[in-house]
């Protein structure tokens, strides 16, 4: 007798998710049911056996008794319950890494924007005010022969740098695997292990946090290495829980930290995509501070990195119902 699988897709049915889907519709034994809200997930994950989406609680696994794959489409996967994922067994989590260039571009924005003061002088343009002069803090500064410092050169991490070299920076970072860095991340100068990040800090000029966030990431970037960064730009494309909220937020208030650019952040709406629920992304006010650009956690979210990474979610599915090798299989002890 064929197995049937049912397949839960937690995202609306927009025209890339459709295009996407079209393999998983070939199968006869497949039924495809796209859900986004809660209490819609929570009505369908009973008898899923294959989930494609992002965040999913541990009370929704529990519930799901048949569920054998979580298949994210995209590459943080830090939301999961990973000590009841190894304690429960049977389930499989596979994520995708097709944004890479999508969170390098944006990292590199955000850095520009805050290195270059882009939104402090366009704010006063529009005000009839010229922010220039002979006077150096009124000048600009220049990335070329500078240092950055990558903290995690993943995929993302290793596009970072890329560019890094490109405008002629001088790129230091972290990586788990020295090894495998050495032999694949020819574009940086220096490479250390993650435990030497307080001195990555320290040396460079410019720091893009592009870990995953895992037990040993969180608060990661604590106080103490945030004090060494005097005048320094710090960019977070990771996971807001990575840098400490409260002194990342006192040193740029005072002016310790020169400067940042946030990606990642630690206040969230209940629904994603609902432009009507207005939450403010920390419990301290970096709304106000001049010195930081904001962006509301979308850098891997381009139309390009999520069509890929729709289909390479849904390619995975297609392995998992023909017995084929799974792709981007995620590390259950690790978490990630």
Not at 22 to 27: A, D, H, I, R, V
Not at 127 to 153: A, C, D, S
Not at 301 to 326: C, D, M, Q
Request: proline fraction near 2%.
């Amino acid at each position: 007798m064929e197995t049937h699988y049912k397949v839960l897709i937690k995202s609306v049915k927009s025209d890339i998710w459709k295009e996407a889907v079209s393999p998983l519709l070939s199968f006869k034994n497949v039924e495809v049911v796209f859900a986004v809200h809660k209490e819609d997930v929570e009505r369908e994950i009973a008898d899923t056996d294959i989930f494609l989406g992002g965040h999913i609680s541990r009370e929704q696994i529990e519930s799901a008794k048949k569920l054998r794959l979580i298949q994210f489409y995209y590459a943080g996967v830090d939301s999961l319950d990973f000590d009841y994922l190894k304690k429960r067994g049977g389930i499989t989590v596979c994520n995708t890494h097709a944004n890479k260039y999508a969170v390098s571009e944006v990292a590199w924005a955000l850095l520009l924007a805050a290195a270059k003061k882009v939104l402090i002088r366009d704010r006063a343009l529009r005000e009839g005010v010229w922010i220039r002069g002979y006077e150096q803090k009124y000048m600009n500064v220049e990335l070329h022969g500078k240092t950055i410092g990558v903290l995690g050169l993943g995929s993302i991490g290793g596009e970072i740098a890329r560019v890094g070299k490109a405008f002629g920076m001088r790129v230091i970072g972290t990586k788990r695997n020295l090894k495998r860095g050495e032999e694949c991340l020819p574009q940086v100068d220096v490479l250390y292990s993650p435990d030497k990040t307080a001195s990555v800090c320290k040396e460079a000029d410019y720091t893009v946090v592009a870990v995953p966030l895992t037990k040993e990431t969180r608060g990661l970037v604590n106080g103490d290495i945030l004090g060494n960064m005097k005048g320094k730009v710090l960019v977070n494309v990771s996971r807001g829980a990575v840098v400490d909220e409260e002194a990342l937020y006192e040193y740029l208030k005072n002016d310790i930290l020169g400067a940042a650019g946030i990606d990642a952040w630690y206040s969230y709406p209940g629904r994603y995509g609902d432009l009507s629920e207005h939450v403010l992304p920390s419990r301290f006010p970096f709304h106000r501070l001049e010195n930081v650009v904001l962006s509301p956690h979308i850098a891997g979210f381009s139309v390009e990195s999520h069509r890929i990474n729709t289909k390479e979610a849904v390619e995975n599915a297609v392995r998992f119902i023909r017995g084929e090798k799974l792709l981007y299989r995620v590390d259950l002890a690790l978490g990630y």
